[in-house]
């Protein structure tokens, strides 16, 4: 029903910025509670941020207080602001679509093909 499309992606040293897109097709992104995994090598994909359809958010432990999920419904555009990232950042990171809570980061859940994120020192 709807397709996602991550950008932004790069290399960026350690305390450094990066932004991510998400832009989804299909479907309006209105429809859908939106966020963000991520999955380093050799590790288990991880939640990093959701924003619900009402706009209210919920971050990882890890990554509170450096990063910003939000959307811009108009745009069909979820982003994660990543600020002071730290090598421990470096994954490639999913964005994820699902229109219950229930289902969010579940594999009936949509995911986009993910964008590599690397942090180096």
């Known amino acids: 029903q709807v397709q996602l499309v991550e950008s932004g992606g790069g290399l960026v040293q350690a305390g450094g910025s990066l932004r991510l897109s998400c832009v989804a097709s299909?479907?309006?992104?209105?429809?859908?509670?939106m966020g963000w995994f991520r999955q380093a090598p050799g590790k288990e994909r991880e939640f990093v941020a959701r924003i619900r359809r009402s706009g209210s958010t919920l971050y990882a432990d890890s990554v509170k207080g450096r990063f910003t999920i939000s959307r811009d419904n108009a745009k069909n555009t979820v982003y994660l602001q990543m600020n002071s990232l730290e090598r421990e950042d470096t994954a490639v990171y999913y964005c994820n679509a699902a229109d219950s809570i229930d289902t969010f980061g579940s594999p009936s859940a949509y995911w986009g093909q993910g964008t590599q994120v690397t942090v180096s020192s």
């Open positions: 299909g479907r309006t992104l209105s429809s859908y509670h």
